[in-house]
């Protein structure tokens, strides 16, 4: 691969960066342009290559050039640490193998949610538990997002696709293609040394939150009944997992703290923050050196020798943050809680809920993880829908077409479908005649990205109402495996993983929350349930709890959704009856032997991936 002599002895992070690309000057021309570097922008970019080599190579298409710009000189910080089946397939489908996601960060089995009593009681919380894929079938992570975005940024380089950080789009000047320009728009670029022009065929908006082209187009709809906001830092757990006072709690799970108020995230990831970057971008070239060599994965080195050959800075964080409603009343001072508004309504939450409080005592704060400031982060209003998403010569993907909540972690998990679907129709947008047979593309992106937010934005808020009761704060999660993983196409889930078939999953799979049988679950709970962030009544609790296990009962007489449930929860059976006494189902991970480190079973993988140890538990334990 070509690299770049250095106009100075010490390059900045985007010299560095760009020098990975084959070409790192910017083109006269390029078939997209997408504005933004984050991780649906590469998502897409990936895609859109691989499925223009696919019909290159078939001899129906040909090779498309695709440049990304990313203002920032580096990927930097961002929220949003879990990730799901759907992007393991995806990255099981571009060639990225388990073994090295493995190295750079946190292995997951599942999600936990815990729902706490609203009257603040110790006593009296339920729990609801569910396995993740194997280990030897597709990772689910826990990540840190500067290091996914730096994976995926030298992976797409290694393509062909130029990636150029330090590089502002100047949205002001964009002239999108249209009909009276003979089908060409263009991009003005300008970066540290200079400015430069890149004609173009589309322009994809990837800026996330800041829609930069997709605010043009329309405003923001702000969807009912409640918005959330979201405060979180930094932590390290002082002492051992065994010690928080939650049943059953591990660390390799997404753990969900739900209260009538919202939900607490707490998640164990492994941070690299610190460690400079051109040693962060030979180590993962190296890992994906051995990736390319279909190395097996004991092969690998572990994550202490990659630290240790690359001079790297590692250490495991915990993330613990709220999301709450914004009709949640606080107290009119909250002074006393903290120096600034997101530590003070984090303290105050956490004040309320014991066993929130004994978690809180085993963590200690982390101060300035990401930079000299924002040791507490806030963000609110994080429902948000953008009613266009694609226009003429232009479309918006990931965030920048809607957000609902990190709950169920949909921003990278279901919001990839967007990235997915447009890079699939990219190749036959750019060999359409004329203006209306492109339109038309762009429309049936818009039509797919219509009612997305919608069902998401329907299931975040059936799921923030029942969480105001224990008792029915479990039926959430249970109908969301329900109808997400009880479906046809997820027991076959392997059938996907194939590139030519991955984006028949993850441009259709929303949690379920686009199933009928879960629009009318919801549909029917949901008016029962609204009011304040408070305790329902016993009686609605009641009619909830018969409702669902009417209609639960109905869904499962049909046979349209399967799965082996006694494995996968734990307190149900194949038949979703409930029994309080069965704490057990499938075992998928176990802590290393050594460094005691969690990792997932698999029979290709003996070694614990983070200190190298070889375990002597390596199979799966299956629930009878």
Same mark, same amino acid.
């Given at each position: ?436 047979? =492109?339109? *038309?593309? /762009?429309?049936?992106?818009? %039509?797919?990205?219509?009612? &997305?937010? $919608?069902?998401?934005?329907? #299931? ?40 030519? =078939?991955? *984006?028949? /999953?993850?441009?259709?799979? %929303?949690?379920?929350?686009? &199933?009928? $049988?879960?629009?009318?679950? #919801? ?40 799965? =082996?449930? *006694?494995? /996968? ?56």
């Amino acid at each position: 691969m070509k690299r770049l002599v250095f106009a100075s002895p010490t390059p900045s992070d985007s010299e560095c960066l760009n020098s990975q690309n084959c070409d790192s000057s910017i083109p006269s021309h390029s078939d997209v342009v997408v504005i933004g570097g984050g991780i649906h922008s590469l998502i897409y970019a990936i895609h859109a290559h691989i499925k223009s080599e696919s019909l290159r190579q078939s001899g129906s298409g040909r090779a498309i050039s695709i440049t990304v710009l990313e203002k920032s000189q580096s990927p930097g910080y961002k929220i949003g640490e879990s990730t799901l089946t759907t992007f393991g397939v995806w990255l099981k489908s571009i060639g990225i193998s388990n073994a090295l996601l493995w190295r750079l960060f946190g292995v997951k089995d599942g999600l936990a949610f815990y729902f706490l009593p609203h009257n603040g009681d110790r006593d009296g919380y339920t729990d609801f538990c569910a396995n993740g894929p194997p280990g030897d079938s597709v990772a689910t992570l826990q990540i840190e997002r500067k290091i996914s975005e730096l994976l995926l940024t030298l992976f797409a380089q290694r393509l062909g696709v130029r990636v150029l950080h330090g590089h502002s789009a100047n949205i002001d000047s964009v002239q999108l293609p249209e009909a009276d320009s003979g089908g060409i728009g263009h991009v003005d670029v300008l970066n540290g040394s200079g400015q430069g022009q890149i004609s173009t065929d589309l322009v994809v908006d990837g800026t996330g939150r800041f829609r930069r082209l997709a605010s043009k187009a329309s405003k923001t709809t702000r969807l009912p009944p409640f918005n959330t906001d979201a405060f979180w830092a930094y932590f390290e757990m002082s002492g051992d997992e065994s010690d928080i006072p939650l049943d059953h709690y591990e660390s390799c799970h997404t753990n969900h703290i739900c209260i009538a108020e919202g939900w607490a995230w707490v998640i164990r990831l492994p941070s690299w923050e610190g460690s400079p970057l051109p040693n962060l971008i030979a180590m993962i070239n190296h890992l994906l050196d051995f990736n390319a060599a279909n190395t097996a994965p004991d092969s690998y080195p572990s994550t202490h020798q990659l630290v240790e050959k690359f001079k790297l800075k590692f250490r495991w964080v915990v993330s613990i943050g709220y999301a709450l409603r914004n009709d949640v009343v606080y107290p009119d001072d909250l002074n006393s809680y903290g120096t600034c508004e997101a530590e003070r309504k984090f303290k105050w939450i956490t004040s309320r809920y014991p066993r929130m409080q004994e978690l809180m005592d085993q963590h200690v704060l982390i101060t300035d993880l990401y930079g000299p400031k924002p040791t507490w982060f806030i963000r609110k209003s994080l429902t948000y829908q953008s009613p266009v998403a694609a226009g003429t010569g232009w479309a918006a993907i990931g965030d920048a077409t809607g957000f609902t909540n990190p709950l169920y972690s949909p921003g990278i998990n279901c919001s990839m479908g967007t990235s997915v679907f447009l890079a699939e129709k990219t190749p036959k947008y750019l060999a359409a005649q004329g203006s209306t047979a =492109r339109r *038309a593309i /762009l429309d049936s992106y818009n %039509e797919f990205c219509g009612p &997305r937010i $919608e069902n998401l934005h329907r #299931m975040n808020v059936g799921n923030y109402l029942l969480f105001r009761s224990p008792q029915i704060g479990r039926l959430g999660p249970l109908w969301q495996y329900l109808c997400g993983t009880g479906n046809a196409e997820w027991q076959h889930i392997e059938d996907f993983t194939q590139f030519d =078939r991955v *984006a028949e /999953l993850v441009t259709t799979w %929303e949690w379920g929350a686009n &199933r009928p $049988e879960y629009i009318s679950f #919801m549909d029917n709970i949901i008016p029962l349930l609204e009011g304040a962030p408070d305790a329902p009544s016993k009686e609605v609790v009641d009619k909830v709890l018969s409702l669902s296990e009417k209609m639960i009962a109905e869904v499962i007489k049909t046979g349209k959704y399967r799965n =082996r449930w *006694a494995g /996968l929860f734990r307190y149900y059976d194949d038949d979703l009856a409930f029994h309080p006494d069965k704490i057990s189902r499938d075992v998928l991970a176990s802590r290393c032997e050594k460094c005691g480190n969690w990792r997932m079973l698999s029979a290709e993988m003996k070694k614990c991936p983070i200190c190298g140890t070889t375990n002597k538990v390596v199979a799966i334990q299956r629930y009878n």
